[in-house]
T-cell receptor, first 115, second 106 residues
Framework: EAGVTQFPSHSVIEKGQTVTLRCDPISGHDNLYWYRRVMGKEIKFLLHFVKESKQDESGMPNNRFLAERTGGTYSTLKVQPAELEDSGVYFC?????????????FGQGTRLTVV | KNEVEQSPQNLTAQEGEFITINCSYSVGISALHWLQQHPGGGIVSLFMLSSGKKKHGRLIATINIQEKHSSLHITASHPRDSAVYICAVIGNQFYFGTGTSLTVIP
């Protein structure tokens, strides 16, 4: 069974450009989470989808970040325009259920470098 | 203050040593993950715990819900165990510790 997959694995863009990250969760997982790890800091929650709906987007840093999950399958995270401080590793995770004893599966991450 | 605190931040051990990494959290949780990240690699979930203790090979994880504390133990450590180990708790969202960077020297 395929795990959580993320594309691209690595992206280098210039400040002011746009980048779109993609996450394909495990098939059938309604819950999809985005996180990021900025250099030297802990992993921070960005948002949580349940199917196509945003359950919690309290971690989104500002309006330059836009996440979508059309059809409740894969999700995209767009950064427009990218700033230097957006550099980091963006992780996606999915889970079948929420709540007690829910196991989450993580993707390999997308390493974003803004120069 | 971070909702999840890990210690130590960095750990160097000789091959064969017994290793303990600690995690304390301040939020109410339904479960706790121990995650592993190799350099340049993605995150792998080692354990998910909601109570008691779990063991996979040389890895043992324990959790004390009342004390809001979990430990990850590695017995007979090996250089291939070198990685960043991250504690993550599931409350109303995931909260992550800053990670413990482990280096096992041959």
């Amino acid at each position: 069974e395929a795990g959580v997959t993320q594309f691209p694995s690595h992206s280098v863009i210039e400040k002011g450009q746009t980048v779109t990250l993609r996450c394909d969760p495990i098939s059938g997982h309604d819950n999809l989470y985005w996180y990021r790890r900025v250099m030297g800091k802990e992993i921070k929650f960005l948002l949580h989808f349940v199917k196509e709906s945003k359950q919690d987007e309290s971690g989104m840093p500002n309006n330059r970040f836009l996440a979508e999950r059309t059809g409740g399958t894969y999700s995209t995270l767009k950064v427009q325009p990218a700033e230097l401080e957006d550099s980091g590793v963006y992780f996606c995770a999915s889970s079948l259920l929420t709540g007690k004893n829910t196991e989450a599966f993580f993707g390999q991450g997308t390493r974003l470098t803004v120069v | 203050k971070n909702e999840v605190e890990q210690s130590p931040q960095n750990l160097t051990a000789q091959e064969g040593e017994f290793i303990t990494i600690n995690c304390s959290y301040s939020v109410g949780i339904s479960a706790l993950h121990w995650l592993q990240q190799h350099p340049g690699g993605g995150i792998v979930s080692l354990f998910m715990l909601s109570s008691g203790k779990k063991k996979h090979g040389r890895l043992i994880a324990t959790i004390n819900i009342q004390e809001k504390h979990s430990s990850l133990h590695i017995t007979a450590s090996h250089p291939r165990d070198s990685a960043v180990y991250i504690c993550a708790v599931i409350g109303n969202q995931f909260y992550f510790g800053t990670g413990t960077s482990l280096t096992v020297i041959p």
